[in-house]
């Protein structure tokens, strides 16, 4: 996959998102912006968060979308007593009495951590160190997992009980948070038609791991004007209580801010946006379009916020 220029490659990068979107959508009713944070998410080379009540379709989605991009897909069910090893792999004995690595099921392209707060905090380090250094360590050996390497985590957010909440140091390690909320009337009615019929789906292959990788060398590559990246940082910035750039809403409502890692994905998540939709720079509307996604797992609102039924989304928006 080899293009005169980079022009020609976010061309390519856009025609190939209109494919993919138009495949999902043979299984995947409305669920637009969801499906377009996933692949953004992807293309950025960045692990994504989907909260939702249950059956809303995540793991169709996910399943889906790995179907799409003939991509090895492992979901990994998380419980109260799944170990790291049981992700990870472990060393066993072989017949010869000589100790052999057996890779566990994050040996994969895509991982679906399906309700990661189900698990203890032992097991969820397993899956974010993997996640951060895109390789695990068992027994003091290395081993390096598949590329490209994604992993779409899902969390209702309804049973909280025998739940263990992600820390906020290990929420940071996902790009995005991504909402799912009820289909409309309409939605729902296309889906039960769609789902109580004996019809068979055949999804073609849009693209393979290479050249998703190619992408996201070239996401990367995309220039931003500066006054676009000092946007992102200054949105990242303001969320910080008590500090210079902080607005007096977020001093009054907000107990901790997102990190220096929030300006990077508003960034890289911005210059993919824009390519999607067929530009070759990202202007700010491509930061407040993916803005949500990146902050609202990031800030952390106070008592104060919760008496008054103030959303961080709420908060967030005032800040664009």
């Not at 209109?18 to 377009?36: A, C, D, H, P, T």
């Not at 992408?215 to 990242?236: G, H, S, W």
Request: proline fraction near 5%; charge should be negative; glycine fraction near 4%.
């Amino acid at each position: 996959m080899h293009y005169k220029s980079d022009v020609e490659a976010v061309d390519a990068l856009s025609r190939s998102y209109r494919e993919l979107k138009s495949e999902i959508g043979k299984v995947i009713v409305g669920q637009n912006e969801v499906v377009q944070a996933v692949i953004i998410s992807l293309f950025s080379n960045g692990h994504s968060l989907l909260v939702g009540v249950p059956g809303l379709a995540k793991t169709l989605l996910v399943s889906t979308i790995a179907d799409v991009l003939d991509l090895e897909f492992k979901r990994i069910q998380f419980t109260p007593d799944l170990m790291p090893s049981d992700i990870t792999g472990a060393e066993i004995l072989d017949e010869n009495r000589h100790f052999k690595f057996n890779r566990g099921p994050l040996f994969a392209n895509i991982i679906l951590a399906d309700e990661i707060n189900r698990t203890p905090p032992k097991t969820q380090a397993a899956l974010l160190e993997a996640m951060q250094e895109r390789s695990v360590t068992v027994a003091g050996q290395r081993h390096v997992l598949d590329k490209p390497f994604f992993v779409l985590a899902t969390q209702n957010p309804i049973e909280q009980e025998g739940t263990y909440p992600l820390p906020e140091a290990q929420l940071d390690r996902f790009m995005f948070n991504i909402p799912l909320d009820y289909p409309s009337y309409s939605e729902e009615v296309d889906v039960v038609k769609g789902t109580t019929t004996d019809r068979d789906i055949v999804l073609k292959n849009v693209l393979n791991s290479s050249e998703i990788m190619e992408f996201q060398k070239l996401v990367r590559k995309i220039p931003i004007a500066d006054n676009v990246l000092e946007y992102a940082v200054k949105l990242a910035s303001k969320t910080r209580p008590n500090t210079e750039m902080a607005t007096a809403e977020v001093n009054n409502y907000i107990s901790w801010g997102a990190g220096p890692r929030a300006s990077q994905y508003l960034v890289l998540g911005a210059k993919c946006h824009a390519a999607i939709n067929g530009k070759y720079s990202p202007d700010i509307e491509d930061v407040q379009a993916i803005a949500n996604y990146v902050l609202r797992h990031r800030v952390v609102k106070n008592y104060k916020a919760e008496a008054e039924g103030l959303s961080v989304e709420d908060i967030i928006k005032n800040l664009y």
